[in-house]
């Protein structure tokens, strides 16, 4: 074979070769889907810090950072919030890329280690995740064991059904139906599970509350559960209601609570109406106590106006017409009758003497 044949079969077999090799990657290794949390250090004493980062969580998001004993990746918190040192946890939001970098203070959880940095959203979907931590000095159990036989995991999302009703608006307890399925993974049947509801408001620990359900899970089985869940009087804001079994939590649902204005209008009212019957009352003993005065009663009262005369004088009885004003008799002075004053003070022979004037009687 010559020369020009041998170099084409190489680089044909060199191609083959080459192809049959992975080829790398052109950039880093892309990170397990899901959120992650890594430690500046694994080992930290009480009163230390580690620098907590993460990434693949929500843009954007509020997350809680706590210690928490009792737990490891695999398993989870056992023992819930409980399990943590709340008092020292951190809150952090993520960045647009959905990561984050915090310090946050190494402290004792209430319970023995194993120990890890628990890492939760506060609000939106649940999403969690936890990296080991070995607090130096704390003291350290083994894990309770699993229980054999049956598992009860959740299938599909839990949900809050039910509204508020017009009580509700006047500070009565607000009610919700927590509604979820579940499914038996172990090998044996599960008979009456008791489930632990909790209700927590902000980032305060949960209350839990012992529910029974009655009925038979068997393997491999699944079941629809509807338990009650119910707060104070006159709660109102953000809740979150928890499901625990077994000592694990296996969901968490958020529920927002209006606030119960009906009783802010109930003292609006009493604040008005109260004061303005008190002031009536008030009056109406202050005008009955009061003193009257001797003869006039109360300042003000019991003058009367003078009576009029049924008939003024110059009118007739009702309903007659009214007598003509007699005149007054004209002063007639000692004047010669044929003088001009004689002439206008003196009456004419002609004329009718008047009714009302008085006639001289001389001497005879």
Same mark, same amino acid.
């Given at each position: 074979?010559?020369?020009?044949?041998?170099?084409?079969?190489?680089?044909?077999?060199?191609?083959?070769?080459?192809?049959?090799?992975?080829?790398?990657?052109?950039?880093?290794?892309?990170?397990?889907?899901?959120?992650?949390?890594?430690?500046?250090?694994?080992?930290?004493? !009480?009163?230390?810090?580690?620098?907590?980062?993460?990434?693949?969580?929500?843009?954007?998001?509020?997350?809680?950072?706590?210690?928490? =004993?009792?737990?490891?990746?695999?398993?989870?918190?056992?023992?819930?919030? $409980?399990?943590?040192? $709340?008092?020292?946890?951190? *809150?952090?939001?993520?960045? *647009?890329?959905?990561?984050?970098?915090?310090?946050?203070?190494?402290?004792?959880?209430?319970?023995?280690?194993?120990?890890?940095?628990?890492?939760?959203?506060? &609000?939106?979907?649940?999403?969690?995740?936890?990296?080991?931590?070995?607090?130096?000095? /704390?003291?350290?159990?083994?894990?309770?064991? #699993?229980?054999?036989?049956?598992?009860?995991?959740?299938?599909?999302?839990?949900?809050?059904?039910?509204?508020? =009703?017009?009580?509700?608006?006047?500070?009565?307890?607000?009610?919700?139906?927590?509604?979820?399925?579940?499914? $038996?993974?172990?090998?044996?049947?599960?008979? $009456?599970?008791?489930?632990?509801?909790? !209700?927590? /408001?902000?980032?305060?620990?949960?209350?839990?509350?012992?529910?029974?359900?009655?009925?038979?899970?068997?393997?491999?089985?699944?079941?629809?559960?509807?338990?009650?869940? #119910?707060?104070?009087?006159?709660? /109102?804001?953000?809740?979150?209601?928890?499901?625990?079994?077994?000592?694990?939590?296996?969901?968490?649902?958020?529920?927002?609570?209006?606030?119960?204005?009906?009783?802010?209008?109930?003292?609006?009212?009493?604040?008005?109406?109260?004061?303005?019957?008190?002031?009536?009352?008030?009056?109406?003993?202050? #005008?009955?106590?009061?003193?009257?005065?001797?003869? =006039?009663? *109360?300042? =003000?009262?019991?003058?009367?106006?003078?009576?009029?005369?049924?008939?003024?004088?110059?009118?007739?009885?009702?309903?007659?017409?009214?007598?003509?004003?007699? !005149?007054?008799?004209?002063?007639?002075?000692?004047?010669?009758?044929?003088?001009?004053?004689?002439?206008?003070?003196?009456?004419?022979?002609?004329?009718?003497?008047?009714?009302? &004037?008085? &006639?001289?009687?001389?001497? !005879?």
């Amino acid at each position: 074979m010559s020369g020009k044949v041998r170099i084409p079969v190489l680089v044909a077999a060199l191609v083959a070769v080459l192809a049959l090799l992975p080829l790398p990657l052109a950039g880093p290794a892309t990170a397990a889907d899901g959120p992650t949390v890594k430690l500046s250090r694994s080992q930290a004493g !009480t009163g230390g810090s580690v620098t907590v980062s993460g990434s693949g969580w929500r843009p954007h998001t509020l997350l809680m950072m706590l210690v928490c =004993g009792q737990a490891t990746p695999s398993r989870g918190v056992i023992g819930g919030t $409980n399990s943590c040192a $709340n008092g020292d946890g951190r *809150a952090v939001t993520t960045d *647009a890329r959905g990561g984050f970098s915090k310090k946050l203070p190494v402290a004792e959880p209430p319970v023995p280690c194993p120990c890890v940095v628990h890492v939760a959203t506060v &609000t939106g979907a649940r999403a969690d995740a936890d990296a080991v931590l070995q607090v130096a000095g /704390h003291a350290v159990e083994p894990l309770p064991a #699993e229980a054999s036989g049956g598992r009860l995991s959740v299938l599909t999302d839990t949900r809050l059904e039910g509204a508020s =009703g017009l009580l509700t608006w006047f500070g009565a307890p607000p009610s919700r139906t927590l509604v979820f399925t579940v499914g $038996n993974a172990g090998s044996s049947a599960i008979k $009456n599970p008791v489930f632990q509801v909790g !209700t927590s /408001h902000g980032v305060f620990a949960p209350q839990w509350d012992d529910q029974q359900w009655r009925g038979t899970l068997g393997p491999g089985k699944k079941a629809r559960i509807r338990l009650p869940v #119910e707060l104070a009087a006159g709660a /109102h804001g953000d809740y979150t209601v928890s499901l625990k079994y077994g000592g694990k939590v296996l969901a968490e649902q958020p529920w927002g609570v209006g606030r119960p204005w009906g009783v802010t209008l109930f003292w609006i009212l009493v604040c008005l109406v109260v004061p303005a019957a008190v002031f009536r009352a008030g009056m109406a003993v202050v #005008e009955r106590v009061r003193p009257r005065r001797a003869g =006039g009663g *109360a300042r =003000g009262r019991g003058r009367r106006l003078p009576r009029l005369p049924r008939r003024l004088p110059g009118f007739g009885a009702p309903g007659s017409e009214p007598t003509p004003t007699s !005149t007054l008799p004209w002063f007639t002075p000692d004047s010669d009758p044929g003088t001009a004053a004689g002439r206008l003070s003196a009456p004419h022979d002609d004329s009718p003497t008047s009714p009302t &004037t008085p &006639t001289t009687k001389g001497p !005879t």
